[in-house]
């Protein structure tokens, strides 16, 4: 448990993950985190991923309160107890 | 203090705000892009604060299923049809006889937008957009607005519990050099639209409000702080601008504010970096052709060339009316507003809406159901 991060899922991605809001995942960069996801979650997968290695570009990855873009991508390191949330854009209004 | 200022006692009693604010809300120019649940909450705060001029533009008349989040509007707008932005105008009218509202019933594209935000006869140059708008092309046109012209923008967006908004100030030179803008002077001036989502949602992939639900709350907070950051722009608060973006789920109990000065700093923005202003001249967006004699619109979508997820889209229409689909197209029987459609959907993205000749109800009837 220690050793995980927690991931937040947003609303319209949930029915892909088991409707489940947030994750405790195992992992030291974004990239192992997402990866096991998309591994266990194939659809959830299908949705946040661009390419092999590349996310949709209207879905932002923010660790704690950060971008990860602005970091080291999916590469940027974790330590345990870190929150990653997927943000995508929002369009309704 | 003189008559025409009592109304706002409350608000003048803040630190930061006092006559000199309320004078410059009084003077102040604001263009309202879209008047649905996020519009109507703007126009009505910014009415009632005493924001001298509205300038509000939309595309839709009032429906029944509007009335649970869309403050300004009643049962008698839907009986009469009223045009969204006609009703908030008349609305206003009663509120506050200082305010001047013009109301502009369009769809908001590459081709006007620009003469919303800096040319209408007797308004000029606004001194801010506000964004209540539905969909993201029109979201990147009022951001590509914003930045050529050097007008704060206020992105606002929600749907289902969940919402986000965020101010931008925009950067008007290339980097290096200073712009002249206040808040480029005061040294806050904040990445645009594109910075933090360099892509908009390709269709059928974000839920919309008229597929996915959406509850009156998520679009009142996100509106009312969307108007927060409006009265700190226009009383001259720059500093307290908020630098980060809003993002919050009311069913999850979840309120985040990210930051986001970085995606100026280190990011390869082609709006507010390279001054390319990819929407205002068309290379991204939709285009709309009425289909003569056929009663219909053909709606074609410049976006990344994925394919569109039909298995999705059926499944969210299917609340809506018939949907058949095969490899290459999906039909779908929609009722808006008591009118019957057809959408057709191409995997492309283009799309043929049968049941209006009118290009502002297709791409409406689009931004509601399909989603971009």
Known sequence: ?93 | MSQDLERYHRQMLLPGFGEEGQRRLMDAKVLIVGCGALGTVIANMLARAGVGHLVIVDRDFIEITNLQRQVLFDERDVAEGIPKAEAAKQKIAGINSQVTVEAIVDDVNHTNVERFATGLPGVGKVDLIMDGVDNFETRYLANDVAVKHGIPYIYGGAVGTVGASYAVLPHTVTPGETGETPWERAGVATPCLRCIFEQAPPPGVNPTCDTAGVIGPAVSIVANYQVAEALKVLTGNLDVVSPTMLNFDLWGNHFKQFKVARAYDVGECECCKKRNFEFLDGKFGSSTTTLCGRNAVQLTQKFNGSKLDFDEIAKRLKAHGKVTANKFMLRADITDNGEPYELTLFNDGRAIIKGTKHASVAKGIYAKYVGA
């Open chain 1, 1 to 93: 448990m220690s050793d995980t991060v927690t991931v937040r899922i947003p609303s319209a991605l949930r029915p892909q993950i088991g409707d489940q809001e947030s994750l405790d995942v195992a992992g030291g960069t974004v990239g192992e985190v997402l990866g096991s996801l998309n591994t266990q979650y194939p659809d959830f997968g299908k949705r946040l991923y661009k390419g092999e290695n590349e996310i949709n570009r209207f879905i932002n990855i923010y660790v704690n309160d950060e971008d990860i873009r602005f970091m080291e991508n999916l590469q940027t390191p974790l330590k345990p107890g870190d929150e990653v949330s997927i943000v995508p854009a929002i369009a309704g209004g």
